[in-house]
């Protein structure tokens, strides 16, 4: 389980937080089904999955346990950096597999 420091507090739940607890290890390929489905319900649908931040905002609120609407109410400092998890924790793995195959 991980930590993302807050740089504008807010409330989840009722609850005023500094803080959100993430686990990405956790994150199954039905994480990501959820994610797409959720947004589709909206009508989005992603393009380029690496580096959209609507799709990693849906799959943050996965690994977080937070409803999506929670998401849509943090700071734009604390959403970039949420969205930043998700991108790079993806872009990680195919940089590594891109290095194996050199």
């Keep these: 389980?991980?930590?993302l420091k807050l740089s504008k507090a807010i409330n989840i739940n009722g609850e005023k937080t500094?803080?959100?607890?993430?686990?990405?290890?956790?994150?199954?390929?039905?994480?990501?089904?959820?994610?797409?489905?959720?947004?589709?319900k909206i009508g989005y649908v992603s393009t380029v999955q690496e580096v959209d931040s609507i799709l990693h905002a849906h799959i943050f609120a996965e690994a977080?346990?937070?409803?999506?609407?929670?998401m849509k109410r943090l700071g734009a400092k604390d959403y970039i950096k949420a969205t930043?998890?998700?991108r790079n924790f993806f872009l990680e793995d195919v940089e590594d597999s891109h290095q194996d195959n050199i």
């Design 1 to 3: 389980m991980q930590e």
């Design 18 to 40: 500094n803080s959100i607890q993430y686990d990405l290890d956790n994150l199954t390929g039905e994480s990501i089904e959820n994610a797409v489905k959720e947004m589709a």
């Design 64 to 70: 977080s346990g937070l409803d999506y609407q929670d």
């Design 84 to 86: 930043g998890i998700i």
